[in-house]
């Protein structure tokens, strides 16, 4: 199932990875010329920029702080990982609105206010759904985060918060790696890991897919359901 055309962007160019400057910046090599490229992911990534790793990056307008932007990464075994995190919520709006939840909702909200935070969606009033997109890859299994992340673990307890004042609450994790379940990385973050279990076990759902991306056609594709992994 088709969720994202890639080529909306812009003109797709292949080139190879170099450095990664700070948090936001990088250095890549296009046709034999170095270029600044925008990470809109501020993951660590240890994994996956690597040097010479090759990258699909999307020509950035003139007057920009960086020449290009950062789509993609190709992996070792050839797999095409998406490594900007401005297309997640777009992304899981378009399975949601497909119908991934059992039914195609009436109303979908992105970005509502509610305690302290704000979640990624609310559906038809009653449904509050946060996201987070998986791109560690470890014995085949997608975890998250790849950094420790105190707002993710604020987001979870927001969860549960809603969850005891009436509302259907969803953890939705999109695995942007081919993996066979997800887990919560528990020797990086226990702190996010803990919290993650305590939701579940007071209310809070685990919903989980996968995406791969079309090399040919620059599409992104929904790769089917992504189970929780059994705890060992």
Not at 43 to 52: S, Y
Not at 169 to 179: F, N, V, W
């Amino acid at each position: 199932m088709e969720i994202f055309d890639l080529k909306k962007l812009g003109d797709i160019e292949e080139g190879y990875f170099i450095e990664r400057v700070n948090r936001f910046v990088g250095k890549i090599r296009l046709n034999n010329y170095i270029y600044s490229c925008h990470i809109a992911d501020t993951g660590r990534l240890k994994e996956i920029l690597t040097v010479n790793r090759k990258i699909w990056v999307i020509k950035n307008k003139t007057g920009l702080k960086t020449d290009y932007k950062l789509i993609s990464a190709e992996m070792d075994n050839g797999e095409i990982v998406l490594v900007n995190t401005s297309l997640h919520s777009k992304i899981a709006l378009e399975v949601l609105k497909k119908g991934f939840l059992g039914f195609v909702p009436k109303k979908i909200k992105s970005e509502f206010n509610f305690g302290k935070s704000r979640l990624d969606f609310i559906i038809d009033n009653k449904i509050l759904i946060e996201l987070k997109a998986s791109n560690l890859l470890l014995n085949n299994r997608c975890v998250f985060p790849d950094a420790p992340t105190e707002r993710g673990r604020k987001h979870l307890n927001e969860l549960l918060k809603a969850t005891k004042e009436g509302f259907k609450s969803i953890i939705l994790i999109m695995g942007l790696r081919d993996c066979k379940c997800f887990q919560p990385n528990v020797e990086l973050d226990k702190n996010f890991s803990d919290t993650f279990f305590n939701a579940l076990s007071n209310g809070v759902e685990f919903l989980g897919f996968k995406i791969k991306i079309d090399r040919k056609n620059k599409k992104i594709l929904f790769n089917g359901k992504m189970e929780l992994c059994k705890k060992s």
